[in-house]
């Protein structure tokens, strides 16, 4: 368009040219008397004339050049723009463009500037979405998809991760989270459950608010927020278990001596010898719930530090023989021979919690042990770390329970752990601390053969 106006303009610059020799040698002709130099005058004059016009053509096509350059930068600059291209560097406004290039370029500029801010914050926006530990899902009041992270695409299974645009169902047809999103956009009241994953063993918590608040009775949308709770869901339930059978292991012993007691203020039990029994097992009782309590407070020290204090230089050996002495009567009692052997097993630890670890992997040894059994304690030192193995010839534990028996309160045998005087949290003090020195243990068990318990605990924490 521009090059055929400029053609035109020539065009038009020539004929007036044209026009105006004609009516001049028309002029002369008519009102001039021949003369000797007619011919010449006429000649110069028309001369001048096509000069003129052959100028003017030329200034034509100069400025129709340079405007031409100037126009295909601004294109370029335009598509550059349109394609994305943000480096400034590739801008350039030609030097022979209008009197306001200046300005342009300014403008030119900051667009570009703006386009590569617009660029760069929405990368950093989709960086922060993904990098996120929570499923995000934004909605409009028509549930369709319009924004959803990464996160949010693996808790439900999506496998197009391009989801904008696609309507809630697309996604899910969890009919619990369909009319809590549809109910939330309709009164703005925001929602919370938990869902139940059960093939991947996962706990989910879906909570559901409106967005910009309510606009005539209904919300611009709604956003999803999808957390995982598995660990705390789980959390949660061991501490109710762990209460309700604490409370239970309490009343155990003290519903017993509390019948002791009638009975002996009813003067239902008078002889000596009766009162002295009774006596005995309420001594008996008092002191397993003693036993139970002091365990309740060890395992819930134990959960409430990250990290041991009081380190020193301690004997694995040492340790494990002065445990067999404390048990040295109810082994006596059962003819169980105990035996430690090996070497030092030396490490840096709280001598207190070796000393309880060791306690109650060779006291269970010896409960849960056959009459003439035995019960072999071995500690050796290996790739920095101290092995210490307690091996038994016991009742041993079915393979369905051997992973169990570390839970609160779990017991094999309930009838036989409660004769013995067990509480059901020895071997759960031992896990937390076995934990919480960053060592792990070792199971083998055979029913009717007996058990090993090996724990290996590095030298130096």
Known sequence: MLKRSVWWA????????????????????????????????????????????????FTCLHVQRRTEQCMNGIIQVLEQLRQGVRDSKHITIQDAFL???????????????????????????????????????????????????????????????????????????????????????????????????????????????????????????????ITDVTAVRRTEQIRSEFVANASHELKTPLTAIKGFVELMEADIITEPEQVKEYLGRIQKETERMIELINDILHLSELESVNADVGFTTVSMKLTAQRAVESVALSAHKRNITVEVKGDMGTLRANPDRMTQLALNLIDNAVKYNKPDGRVQVEISSKDGNVLFCVSDTGVGIPPDSTQRIFERFYRVDKGRSRRQGGTGLGLSIVKHIVGLYRGHIEIESAVGKGTTITVILPANL
Not at 29 to 44: L, W
């Open 10 to 57: 020539s065009a038009l610059a020539v004929l007036v040219g044209v026009l105006a020799c004609s009516g001049t040698l028309a002029l002369f002709t008519d009102t001039m008397q021949p003369t000797a130099g007619y011919e010449n005058i006429v000649y110069s004059l028309l001369f001048g004339l096509l000069a003129g016009a052959v100028t003017a053509l």
């Open 99 to 225: 009197p306001g290039q200046a300005r342009v370029g300014e403008l030119l500029m900051q667009i570009s500037q703006a386009s590569e801010k617009v660029h760069s914050e929405r990368a950093r926006a989709d960086d922060m979405l993904n990098n996120m530990n929570e499923g995000l899902v934004a909605l409009d009041n028509a549930l369709t998809i319009v924004v959803m992270n990464k996160r949010a695409a693996e808790f439900f299974k999506s496998g197009d991760e391009n989801m904008l645009g696609q309507n809630l169902l697309h996604l899910t047809h969890m009919p619990r989270l369909i009319e809590a999103a549809t109910q939330t956009i309709a009164t703005g009241q925001a929602d919370s459950f938990d869902w139940e994953d059960t093939e991947r063993r996962l706990t989910l918590q879906i909570s559901i608010s409106a967005v910009n608040g309510i606009v005539a009775e209904k919300s611009n949308g709604v956003i999803l927020l």
